[in-house]
């Protein structure tokens, strides 16, 4: 049985007092949240303030990124025992905007997965397709090719050990959600790709959904087979909102 997982990433946003009201709205409405594993990934400069209002509470924390290494002359990167060290248990990873805007190719994403598994942290692996992508019909072609570079670099095994998250680019902060058969379809090409190479952590991966994800259409992704929780961008930057997507998966 998969405990589903709904994680919200704030990306870039968010102020020292935004942030403080933004978890002392979710400390005090928790509770309603029976069944799912709650994180929020912070920018990274918020990770202390994330640390000190969640810690002793059953939310957990993250970051966005991870560099590929563990310290050195790397300016502006952030090392993934630094993330540790202000106790994060996820990372996400190769999110389609660091794709896009900051050059993380495949292999890249395939570093950052083994450096965030090295420094102890539960990586959050994001992909999905472009609207093109889609349009051209090679969708299972785009997952694939990402999920491969994975599991070539890290092996299955290590793979089992994260996340994954699918997220259809187009569906991303745009209003656009993938309809529950569309998600399922790709959810279910996921975890076949990943049986083909063991069937043990298939079944035991949790594969999320990303993508304008909200408290109306929550209950209905979740409740397809193969998705496991969200990765939630815009929701996930009001208390009530985010509190209401994780308890969408209440059964
Ligand atoms: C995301 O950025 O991972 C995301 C899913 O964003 P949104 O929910 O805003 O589409």
Known sequence: MRQPLVAGNWKMNGSRASVAELLAGLKAGIGRVKAAEVAVCAPA???????????????????????????GAYTGEIAGPMLTDFGCHFAIIGHS????????TDATVAQKFEAARAAGLVPILCVGETLDEREQGITEQVVARQLDAVIAHCGIEMVG???????????????????????????AFIRGRLAA????????VRVLYGGSMNPKNAAELMAQADIDGGLIGGASLKADDFLAVCAAANR
């Open 161 to 187: 050990q994260g996340v994954i998250a699918y997220e259809p680019v187009w569906a991303i902060g745009t209003g656009k959600t993938a309809s529950p058969e569309q998600a399922q379809e790709v959810h």
């Open 45 to 71: 400069i918020y990770i202390p303030d994330t640390q000190k209002q969640l810690e002793g509470t059953p939310i957990k924390w993250g970051g966005q990124d991870v560099s590929v290494h563990a310290s």
């Open 97 to 104: 905007e660091r794709r896009a805007y900051h050059g993380e």
């Open 197 to 204: 190479s063991s069937p043990v952590v298939a079944d035991s």
